[in-house]
């Protein structure tokens, strides 16, 4: 981990926490938790009820690689036709290495 990173990251999640939430005593919201989702199989949170694109995307086996984490957060309706986070994505890749940083703190 990159304290410096994830620390920049904390703030860029600030754009995210309007529907997602972490540590441990995150709960779905409009979207899933997101504690140890690097890497993690894509959507496979208990209790959260996905898109069907994204759904299938897990079903194909893919996960949350720090690679597929940033092709999804630059343009999420770009990535994933169909998704129903409805966010704009991020323009500046330092943010999302930021982001991604600092959701690598929540790995179990
Ligand atoms: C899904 C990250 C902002 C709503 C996801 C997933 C990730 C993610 C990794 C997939 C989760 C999984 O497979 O279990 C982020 C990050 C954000 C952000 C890092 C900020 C930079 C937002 C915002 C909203 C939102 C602002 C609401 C307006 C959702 C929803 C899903 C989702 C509804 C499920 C999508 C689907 O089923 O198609 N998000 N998100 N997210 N997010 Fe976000």
Redesign the pocket.
């Known amino acids: 981990i990159d304290a410096d990173l994830a620390k920049k990251g904390e703030k860029?999640?600030k754009?995210?926490k309007?529907?997602?939430q972490v540590g441990e005593k995150a709960k779905n919201k409009?979207?899933?938790v997101?504690n140890g989702?690097i890497n993690r199989n894509?959507?496979?949170?208990d209790g959260?009820k996905?898109?069907k694109?994204?759904k299938a995307l897990g079903e194909e086996g893919k996960t949350?690689t720090p690679e597929e984490?940033a092709a999804?957060?630059t343009k999420p309706k770009k990535y994933?036709k169909g998704?129903?986070?409805?966010?704009a994505g991020?323009k500046k890749e330092k943010d999302i290495a930021a982001?991604t940083e600092y959701?690598k703190t929540f790995q179990e």
């Open positions: 860029v999640f754009k995210c309007a529907c997602h409009t979207g899933p997101l989702i894509i959507a496979s949170v959260f996905y898109s694109p994204m949350w984490m999804f957060l994933l998704t129903k986070m409805s966010f991020l982001v959701l």
